[in-house]
């Protein structure tokens, strides 16, 4: 089975950077995606990391180190439309979620 | 391209009634389905999944059924709703082209009064 945390609640200011970690334990592991949910809508894909390292789409980045269990989420330059939770989850061919982290941002 | 429905997008159903979600997708075979419940304030639970027609796998003891009629057909079932059966349910898919990655339909919004 997996086990998967992130912290529950993140706040910050338009036009900063917030950094959402994700550990996780796992029986097996085929990647890591980051998903943003915004409130009463369906997850939308962000990234997905299977090797260790960094990942870059435009203002957010993804982070993998596979033998700590570890990611993280870096969201740049805050924008009001980034206010939405972000879901971590881990995939042993099928995806395990966790709870989320609500970002709000603050003009 | 491919693209995922699901209906219906809200319903309001009283114990004891039955339900039927249905989803379907589009510009793919073979697809991989998943349906997952999201309950208020809470992270996605994996209901069920299925790698192909007839074949359904479910994760959480409970008293909802998931049957796979054809290829890109997935149907979440209930014969008698509880209060707790209150949630937000999403239909997944990956397959050919997606690699890993799955996505999700709009969502139905369940409320069992």
């Known amino acids: 089975g997996q086990n998967i945390d992130q912290p529950t609640e993140m706040t910050a200011t338009e036009g900063a950077i917030v950094q959402i970690n994700c550990t996780y334990q796992?029986?097996?592991?085929?990647?890591l995606f980051w998903y943003q949910q915004h409130a009463g809508e369906a997850p939308t894909f962000l990234s997905y990391?299977?090797?260790?390292g960094l990942e870059e789409k435009g203002r957010f980045s993804s982070f993998l180190s596979r033998s700590k269990g570890y990611s993280y989420l870096l969201l740049k330059e805050l924008q009001m439309k980034d206010s939405a939770s972000y879901l971590c989850?881990?995939?042993?061919?099928?995806?395990?979620f966790g709870a989320g982290t609500t970002v709000t941002v603050r003009a | 391209s491919q693209t995922i429905h699901q209906w219906p997008a809200t319903l309001v159903q009283p114990v004891g009634s039955p339900l039927s979600l249905e989803c379907t997708v589009e510009?793919?075979?073979?697809?991989?389905l998943y349906w997952y419940r999201q309950a208020a304030g809470r992270g996605l639970q994996l209901l069920f999944y299925?790698?192909?027609?007839?074949?359904i796998s479910s994760e959480v003891p409970q008293n909802l059924s998931a049957s796979r009629p054809q290829d890109r057909q997935f149907i979440l079932s209930s014969k008698k709703l509880l209060l707790s059966d209150s949630g937000f349910y999403l239909c997944?898919?990956?397959?050919?082209?997606?690699?890993?990655?799955?996505?999700f339909g709009e969502g139905s919004w369940l409320t069992v009064v």
């Open positions: 997944a898919w990956n397959g050919q082209g997606t690699g890993n990655t799955i996505y």
């Open positions: 796992t029986s097996g592991f085929n990647g």
């Open positions: 990391n299977v090797l260790d």
């Open positions: 989850a881990v995939s042993d061919y099928k995806l395990s």
């Open positions: 510009g793919t075979s073979n697809p991989n």
């Open positions: 299925s790698v192909g027609i007839g074949q």
